[in-house]
């Protein structure tokens, strides 16, 4: 099997050439300053709401004020549920506050660099990760009829660590099943994209400014001298020319690119089975207070 997580799809939806370095060739690209600070400000905020350990990171400290630690939070909570016999959907919660079964919170840590880049309360109703998690969580609450979503966003600069910025909303139980939706239908273009059989037969996106966004694409060298059509990121038609492939007809570098990001079925079903079980014990603690 091999999975889909919501950024994933996030990137199909934003430049399925993105997507396909990243996914099908494996090309790596090197971590960064901004990479590593966000992993290790949420480590600390892992360990602080888990084991108490107060943040020794300036701003992960600054946010530990604003994050309360009950048995009914749940950090760093893995997802994964089969959505076929070939693939699975995967994510982890940053925190799940079950305090209140009947209406969940959802929340993910964002570190940033500048205020700007955070999103308003009815993007972040549009944000497929949160979405995707607040669909794991409700199927799991069928008394629940809405989920609250949240970024708080951490300033990772600056020369003293601020406040951070929480951003939320309240989602129906209608509106994620839309956005499952959504979502599922880029997940199926992702599935063509997987098994064309070079990048000359990957459209570009449909959004110029993808190429730019954030100091510039790191494929941009690559991608800029391959000839190819423009066509919108969810585009369900064929490249001009293009044939799709089979895993047995790509070229020997794809092919184990493929080969080494499939899993055996249990690992997702061990994580699916892990995140009910979680979603359950705390569900059934409430009900006994």
């Not at 590593?36 to 949420?42: M, Q, T, Y």
């Not at 209608?174 to 239908?185: D, P, S, T």
């Amino acid at each position: 099997m091999y999975h889909y997580s919501p950024s994933q799809v996030r990137k199909i939806r934003a430049c399925e050439r993105v997507w396909y370095f990243d996914k099908v060739l494996g090309v790596e690209r090197p971590e960064t300053e901004a990479m590593r600070a966000g992993r290790a400000i949420h480590a600390e905020l892992e360990a602080w709401v888990r084991s108490g350990i107060v943040p020794s990171i300036p701003a992960a400290r600054e946010a530990s004020r604003t994050v309360p630690r009950d048995p009914a939070l749940v950090p760093e909570l893995a997802v994964a549920e089969i959505l076929s016999e070939r693939v699975a959907l995967i994510g982890a919660i940053d925190l799940l506050d079950l305090r209140d079964p009947t209406h969940p919170i959802v929340t993910d840590y964002k570190t940033l660099g500048d205020w700007r880049y955070m999103l308003a309360p009815y993007a972040l109703a549009l944000d497929v990760q949160m979405c995707s998690y607040a669909y794991a969580v409700l199927e799991q609450l069928p008394s629940a009829d809405a989920c609250t979503i949240r970024h708080l966003y951490i300033k990772r600069t600056g020369v003293r660590a601020v406040p951070p910025r929480l951003v939320q909303t309240v989602i129906s139980r209608a509106h994620v099943a839309r956005q499952r939706i959504a979502a599922l239908k880029t997940m199926r273009r992702g599935d063509a994209l997987r098994v064309l059989p070079a990048l000359e037969n990957v459209p570009a996106t449909g959004d110029p400014d993808e190429c730019v966004r954030y100091a510039g694409c790191w494929y941009w060298e690559r991608c800029k001298p391959v000839k190819h059509s423009i066509l919108p990121p969810d585009s369900a038609r064929r490249p001009e020319g293009a044939e799709y492939a089979t895993i047995d007809t790509v070229s020997p570098e794809v092919r184990a690119t493929l080969l080494k990001t499939q899993k055996d079925r249990a690992e997702y079903e061990a994580t699916a089975a892990e995140f009910r079980a979680t979603i359950a014990r705390l569900t059934s603690a409430h009900v006994q207070k």
